[in-house]
């Protein structure tokens, strides 16, 4: 079994965490890192129970797009990022886009990372819609 160190990733505080994965690549548990400056060996539920939904059979793997009659299909990861490229250029209609494109952050992420999508949706895509999940 290996131990790697790591963040956890469910909020923005930033525990610090173990993941123990088998010699076969199986993901089996988490445990704290107890000289972490922030957890000191303590994890919320989440971070120590919230990993099934890396096996989980629903997970998607590849990127999907929608059919005409709103099925959906599997393509390539370059095709999906050029559907997304295109769609910001369609929606980036002039020098206020908030009507036309609008951005939500997380509680999950730090203040930092909450500022820095607060900047580049108002500068890189020129609008003011930005909400975030923490309100709800």
Known sequence: MKRLETTCGYCGCG????????DDG??????????????Q?????????GFGFVRDSRRLVNPLVRNDDGSFR?????DAYDR??????????????????GMLSSARCTNEENFLMAKFARKALRTSSIDHCARL
């Open 15 to 22: 525990c610090g965490i173990y993941v123990n994965v088998a």
């Open 26 to 39: 199986t993901l089996l548990g988490i445990t704290p890192s107890y000289n972490h400056v922030v957890s």
């Open 41 to 49: 060996g303590k994890l919320c539920s989440k971070g120590w129970h």
């Open 74 to 78: 599997e393509t390539t990861w370059e």
């Open 84 to 101: 997304v490229v295109a769609g910001f250029k369609a929606a980036m209609t002039g020098e206020d886009n908030t009507e036309t494109i």
